[in-house]
């Protein structure tokens, strides 16, 4: 590799020939929280109070205290968030690699087949005709599933919780397995609420995104925006999670480098 090769990219970058995609969703009290059925433990919404602003509690600085859980928002699922990802060393956000937080990126656009389907899934065979055309899963890389989901703005329409579970699309759970066993990724990633399928607590595993994928010591990210800017390949993801000590997971500022063609 060229010793310039940082240098460039750093140049690139300040003349925009790469691009810098925010790809999180803005945090506000109305972030849309996972909900789970009755006899769980919810999860607190975000929120935000003031401590000062340019008055007498501090007449120069404004702050605020906030509050929330660590799958809020735009979200990053440590191994550890999973009982089959309880005993990886390196699997809270304060022990994984950092290496592992800046990695490609592959995007597989089910924006069509989810507007068509709410509880779309997305299959190996979509996967393998996918490859077909844009080669195969790179080792290590993200896999992201383009849903357009985040362009439901009322966190209603966004959960879409229904009598029988929400109707979210996902992966199914050969998905899943075949991205853990046949292609070694680093996680996977949605625009919905959650890594699985609104009905995936029916699935064999119940859960696959966060059973399979944890169990594999792999990462996951949920509540991701504007995928619709990313290529197919070719993007950099940087996620880096708070280091919360013992973390399962956290808000996350996702955001991707991409060259235009
Ligand atoms: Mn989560």
Request: hydrophobic content about 40%.
């Amino acid at each position: 590799m060229a010793k310039d090769t940082l240098e460039k990219l750093a140049k690139a970058i300040a003349k925009k020939k790469i691009r810098v995609i925010d790809l999180t969703q803005t945090l506000r009290p109305s972030t849309p929280v996972i909900q789970l059925p009755p006899q769980f433990a919810p999860s607190s919404p975000f929120s935000i109070s003031e401590i000062s602003h340019y008055d007498e509690k501090g007449p120069a600085w404004y702050w605020n205290d906030i509050a929330l859980g660590e799958h809020t928002g735009t979200h990053f699922d440590a191994p550890i968030h999973w009982v089959t990802g309880k005993d990886y060393k390196d699997g809270a956000t304060d022990t994984v690699d950092v290496q592992r937080f800046v990695a490609p990126a592959v995007v597989i656009n089910c924006a069509k087949e989810a507007a068509k389907d709410e509880k779309f899934l997305l299959t190996p065979k979509h996967i393998l005709a996918w490859e077909k055309k844009h080669g195969q899963i790179p080792d290590g890389a993200w896999v992201l599933m383009r849903s357009d989901w985040s362009k439901r703005t009322d966190p209603a329409l966004f959960l879409n919780a229904k009598e029988d579970g929400p109707h979210t699309p996902g992966p199914s759970a050969d998905a899943v397995r075949f991205l853990v066993e046949e292609r070694n990724v680093n996680g996977w990633g949605v625009e919905a609420v959650g890594t699985d399928a609104g009905q995936g607590f029916a699935f064999e595993p119940a859960f696959p995104a966060h059973t399979l994928m944890h169990g594999a010591n792999k990462f996951g990210l949920a509540s991701l925006c504007n995928l619709d800017k990313l290529p197919p390949t070719g993007a950099v993801l940087i996620v880096t999670p708070l280091k919360i000590e013992r973390g399962s997971g956290s808000p996350v500022r996702v955001i991707a480098l991409v060259q235009d063609e």
